[in-house]
């Protein structure tokens, strides 16, 4: 079974697009395998977010903030898909993607910005990875070889009319 390359892209590369990476990698189909970037990479990824791919049982030595850049460079895994999940990056002007992946945009709220408690704090994380999880899982469910860029488009529509 061949496995699909797919980039999460958010502008700081430490919450949205890191679970996006783990819950591709770790999902069950086995057809995926998550990578992520940022446009403007923070330092470190948010521990909220390092928390639950421990959780999920993706390797914690893999959990980097980095730029996109690194994935426009020849030597670079050709990507698939390319999905920004946050709605500053989907507006930015994205470096040229080596095969032409297609794309789409997932957007989310960026959890690392909620306020109060712990509990308030890491239950944003959570409702952002079940969303990431059910658009993952409509995705692997398709028929990846025959997908055409506006099934891929409406995965979003799909997923909110299940909700």
Same mark, same amino acid.
């Given at each position: 079974?061949?496995?699909?390359?797919?980039?999460?892209?958010?502008?700081?590369?430490?919450?949205?697009?890191?679970?996006?990476?783990?819950?591709?990698?770790?999902?069950?189909?086995?057809?995926?395998? *998550? +990578?992520?970037?940022? !446009? =403007?990479?923070?330092? #470190?990824?948010?521990?909220?977010? /390092?928390?639950?791919? $421990?959780? @999920?049982?993706?390797?914690?030595?893999?959990?980097?903030?980095?730029?996109?850049?690194?994935?426009?460079?020849?030597?670079?895994?050709?990507?698939?898909?390319?999905?920004?999940?946050?709605?500053?990056?989907?507006?930015?002007?994205?470096?040229?993607?080596?095969?032409?992946?297609?794309?789409?945009?997932? *957007? +989310?709220?960026?959890? !690392? =910005?909620?306020?109060? #408690?712990?509990?308030?704090?890491? /239950?944003?994380?959570? $409702?952002? @990875?079940?969303?990431?999880?059910?658009?993952?899982?409509?995705?692997?469910?398709?028929?990846?070889?025959?997908?055409?860029?506006?099934?891929?488009?409406?995965?979003?529509?799909?997923?909110?009319?299940?909700?």
């Amino acid at each position: 079974m061949r496995q699909y390359n797919i980039l999460f892209l958010c502008t700081h590369n430490s919450a949205r697009s890191i679970l996006g990476e783990a819950l591709a990698s770790t999902h069950p189909s086995g057809k995926l395998l *998550g +990578f992520s970037a940022g !446009s =403007q990479p923070g330092t #470190s990824v948010n521990p909220i977010a /390092a928390q639950l791919t $421990k959780e @999920m049982g993706y390797d914690p030595a893999k959990l980097k903030s980095k730029s996109w850049d690194v994935y426009g460079l020849p030597d670079a895994p050709k990507m698939d898909f390319i999905i920004t999940v946050c709605d500053q990056a989907a507006g930015e002007q994205c470096p040229y993607w080596p095969g032409q992946p297609m794309t789409a945009h997932w *957007g +989310f709220p960026d959890p !690392s =910005q909620v306020e109060g #408690s712990d509990l308030d704090k890491k /239950a944003a994380f959570i $409702k952002v @990875m079940n969303g990431l999880q059910k658009r993952i899982d409509i995705l692997a469910s398709m028929p990846l070889d025959k997908l055409d860029l506006m099934s891929l488009k409406q995965i979003h529509t799909q997923e909110s009319a299940s909700s």
